[in-house]
């Protein structure tokens, strides 16, 4: 009895075999709101049409929602039924009219799901299943609707009144209150609505299509922001010509509105011409953003403006299809990022994402395929599994294509699905028809999860001048997954000859497509050393054993550049694994190939930077089979003071060549402010004395956040004493900004110091520390939980201080308390000790009543 009770209170998984169409469309809702931050009044009438035959009653989804009156084609009706969190209404014909009346508290929703307050502002979240916290509707992504929208507020607190599509009317409505409606002629889903009411300041700015067009931008912002909106205006401005030129996609309506708001769950989001944003993805001007800021405002700027033509033009069927709006957005974003700067860079950041939170998904508990098969709560996928192992799916598609290819498929696809609700199989059938190439078996891209593995070897038979490659693939076993078929991986090799150091053959795209393959190369008369998966060609693991000579010398000669970067991340991790296992320290070889591609002049200073960085230790961790968190910090502490030591001349140029100047934001400026905070790192390693001197003096003399975090970073790991002149200067100087405020919590929360633990505990009682703002809980949160060392203390006080916080926060926010539980899911990579403390804790929150969907489904699979 107990046990079925129990069964009973667990949350349903929904399933995408269970997909059906919907039994009634919508094709035309009017919107009115009567806008109040404590009672806002939402009515919300509809046309609905019966779709198909089936004689279903009409369902609307809704949630924590007042409901004051129903009426169908005009007339009061009492005879709807709730069932669950649907609103039941049986209709005797086709077609109908239906309003309803609800009233809803956007001041108390913590959650940022549906309409909220933020900042004194009214603003809206509906993806994934937001729309039914604001209104009853078939909140599905396969019904698209005509959206009318009225909205009404007081003029003096809510100024400005922003919605989907273009402004077609405004007036006063008398008592202080104004009102004004807005049209969106392409049909949505309920998912793309937003409504913005608030004080805001504008930058606008105009863009003309290719066809002539003029189209008004605006990036709306608190008035004491505005002067930090330029990069992003400009940003969008580049994205739209982009997609034009690259995809042929012109923007199709009259004006195009950005918001950026405060409190916000996630990145962006791309409602149809009204993006909301998380303004850590707005606001940038050198004095309180870090290049990497500014970089990741323009991809994600590009991401949701991209999104207007895969996303919004042509939606998904249902959620379990996520991955082809996002997937595909992100290597679009992608490739515009490449488009700004170098593109070789560009490769290794998403690389090196990749693997620090994709690899680690796909081989845990919450690994899913990027297509899924079931969910518990939809919010839980936005993963780094849908988003970049998705558009890993894409690239290699374009791959095998090729450019002209792949293109004539995007135009299948966009002209054959735009105005409709689409599949990944749709998206792969474009790809073939234009192409004509089987993707049959690359279809398991979509299904399969987990990251592949290729054991590669090359041997040589001097005498006969040949060269034999043997590649063999491995699917490891996932959740649900464990045994798998053989995938199609696309892998680009070639050969260098050892003695001369020249390309022995042309680049080859390899389709490994059987569990094992041998290729024969002729007419090799040095010893070859294999170049594989280059450009990352496929999104898997390489094993080879190639030396550590061949590594360092592929680190000097290949000529992909994503290649030699990854020859060196090889030869580094080999290095620190022997390390971390066997506490044998032989850094020569790593020494030598840092020390080479310090010196090599025709190397990019931002490629430099890159290729010296020794891998995370969480990405050292993933490679043994137990995890031990100190011999893995110590042994890359040891390589990094070696580093830095025996290089001590090279890390003092380095630091001292870029050039000095005003602050630009600039590819090769950038480049050089990056090496120097790379240098001044190793630098601080060496435990040289003047370490904390220069990074203190850099520090203070820096026009720009780029230098100044970069040297605050240095020393918030060390114990000098400028440390803590340095973090009080910097707190006290940016008090009132909470976008740098959340990099104070954040480098404490990232420091390699001993203290870490106990320090980030102390900070959460921090009074400028709220669970109610995603961004602060993030910025102490989440970068502990990536502190490998200083999360899994022996102890297990990590362990209980997260969970303490994600019970916490579940009340407030569930999605973002869900975000941030997968650390604690980790447990079978760690000591049973460790293993237990973190079973232990996941048990607790699965325990607490009340517990959210979102955190119940991820602790719950966690202890599977
Ligand atoms: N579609 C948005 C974007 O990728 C993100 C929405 C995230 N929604 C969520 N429930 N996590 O740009
Ligand atoms: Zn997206």
Redesign the pocket.
């Known amino acids: 009895m107990l046990d079925a009770l129990h069964a009973i209170a667990q949350p349903a998984a929904i399933r995408r075999a269970d997909y059906r169409p919907p039994a009634w469309a919508v094709p035309d809702i009017a919107l009115d709101f009567d806008l109040d931050p404590a009672a806002t009044i939402v009515t919300a009438r509809l046309t609905v049409a019966r779709n198909g035959v089936a004689d279903e009653p009409l369902r609307l989804d809704g949630e924590a929602l007042e409901l004051l009156t129903v009426s169908v084609d005009g007339i009061a009706i009492d005879d709807w039924r709730m069932e669950g969190d649907q609103l039941v209404i049986d209709l005797p014909g086709d077609a109908h009219t239906i309003e309803t009346k609800v009233r809803i508290a956007p001041d108390r929703n913590t959650q940022l799901m549906g309409l909220y307050a933020s900042g004194g502002n009214l603003c809206t979240q509906c993806?994934?299943e937001g729309f039914r916290r604001i209104t009853f509707f078939p909140d599905r992504p396969d019904v698209l609707s005509r959206y009318l929208v009225r909205l009404t507020a007081d003029k003096a607190r809510f100024p400005v009144l922003l919605a989907n599509g273009d402004p077609i009317a405004a007036g006063d409505a008398g008592d202080g209150r104004h009102w004004a409606e807005w049209r969106d002629p392409f049909p949505k889903p309920s998912y793309l609505f937003a409504l913005v009411a608030g004080d805001l300041a504008v930058n606008r700015g105009e863009f003309v299509t290719r066809s002539g067009r003029t189209v008004q931008l605006g990036i709306w912002v608190r008035q004491a922001d505005i002067a930090r909106t330029e990069h992003a205006l400009h940003a969008l401005k580049l994205s739209m010509a982009w997609d034009e030129q690259v995809y042929g996609r012109e923007y199709d309506l009259n004006v195009f509105n950005i918001v950026a708001v405060d409190d916000f769950?996630?990145?962006?989001?791309?409602n149809k011409g009204l993006n909301i944003f998380n303004s850590r993805y707005i606001l940038a001007d050198p004095d309180t953003a870090t290049d990497y800021d500014y970089d990741a405002i323009a991809a994600v700027v590009a991401?949701?403006y991209f999104?207007n033509w895969s996303?919004n033009r042509i939606t998904c069927r249902d959620w379990f299809q996520l991955s082809l709006k996002?997937g595909f957005?992100v290597y679009r974003d992608q490739g515009f990022s490449a488009d700004q700067g170098s593109a070789a860079v560009k490769r290794i950041e998403d690389v090196r994402g990749l693997r620090a939170a994709q690899f680690p998904e796909d081989a845990g508990p919450l690994a899913h395929p990027v297509r899924p098969d079931s969910y518990i709560e939809?919010?839980n996928f936005?993963t780094a599994t849908i988003?970049n192992k998705g558009a890993e799916l894409i690239r290699m598609m374009a791959t095998i294509l090729g450019p002209q290819a792949f293109r004539a498929a995007t135009d299948l696809y966009f002209e054959r699905f735009d105005g409709t609700a689409a599949t990944c199989e749709d998206f792969v059938a474009c790809m073939e028809e234009a192409s004509g190439i089987d993707l049959g078996q690359f279809r398991r891209w979509y299904s399969q999860a987990g990251t592949s593995r290729v054991a590669a070897s090359i041997a040589h038979d001097a005498g006969e001048g040949r060269a034999t490659i043997r590649l063999a693939q491995h699917q490891p076993p996932t959740p649900g997954q464990p045994e798998k078929a053989a995938m199609v991986i696309p892998l680009k090799l070639r050969l260098f000859g050892a003695e001369t150091g020249r390309a022995l053959t042309d680049e080859q795209l390899f389709l490994l497509k059987d569990p094992a393959a041998t290729i024969v190369v002729d007419d090799v008369t040095e010893r070859p050393v294999l170049s594989i998966n280059r450009g990352f060609s496929a999104p898997v693991v390489i094993d080879s054993d190639r030396s550590a000579a061949d590594l360092a010398f592929l680190a000097r000669h290949d000529d992909d550049p994503f290649a030699r970067y990854e020859a060196m991340q090889q030869l580094m991790l080999d290095t620190l694994v022997a390390a971390a296992i066997e506490g044998r320290a032989d850094h020569d070889a790593v020494v030598d190939a840092v020390a080479d591609t310090l010196a090599n002049p025709d190397l990019d200073p931002a490629f430099v930077a890159e290729a010296v960085l020794l891998p995370s230790e969480a990405f050292i961790g993933d490679q043994l089979a137990i995890v031990d968190p100190d011999a893995v910090f110590h042994a890359r502490e040891a390589l990094r003071r070696d580093l830095g030591k025996r290089l001590a001349d090279q890390w003092r140029s380095a630091y001292a060549a870029a050039p000095d100047g005003p602050y630009a934001y600039t590819p090769a400026a950038k480049g050089h402010r990056r090496l120097r905070a790379v240098a001044l790192g190793y630098i601080a390693a060496s435990g040289a004395a003047d370490a904390a001197g220069l990074a203190f003096s850099l520090f203070e003399s820096a026009d720009n956040m780029t230098d100044r975090q970069g040297a605050l970073s240095a020393l918030a790991n060390g114990d000098a004493g400028e440390r803590e002149a340095a973090l009080d200067i910097f707190y006290n100087r940016y008090a009132d900004n909470g976008l740098v405020l959340d990099k104070w919590f954040q480098t404490q929360a990232l420091s390699s110091r001993d203290d870490t633990g106990d320090v980030v505990r102390q900070l959460a009682e921090h009074p400028d520390f709220t669970l109610a703002n995603p961004n602060r809980a993030r910025s102490l949160l989440g970068a502990f939980g990536a502190n490998q060392r200083a999360f899994n203390a022996a102890d297990g006080s990590g362990y209980r201080f997260l969970a303490d916080q994600l019970i916490a926060l579940d009340k407030l926010n569930p999605?973002t308390a869900a975000k941030l539980m997968p650390p604690l899911g980790r447990w079978r990579r760690f000591d049973p000790n460790r293993a237990a403390l973190m079973r232990a804790e996941l048990e607790r929150i699965v325990a607490t009543p009340g517990l959210s969907k979102d955190l119940f489904e991820q602790a719950s699979k966690s202890l599977d």
């Open positions: 993806e994934a769950n996630f990145g962006a989001m791309e991401h949701e999104h996303g996002e957005t939809i919010s936005y988003y999605q």
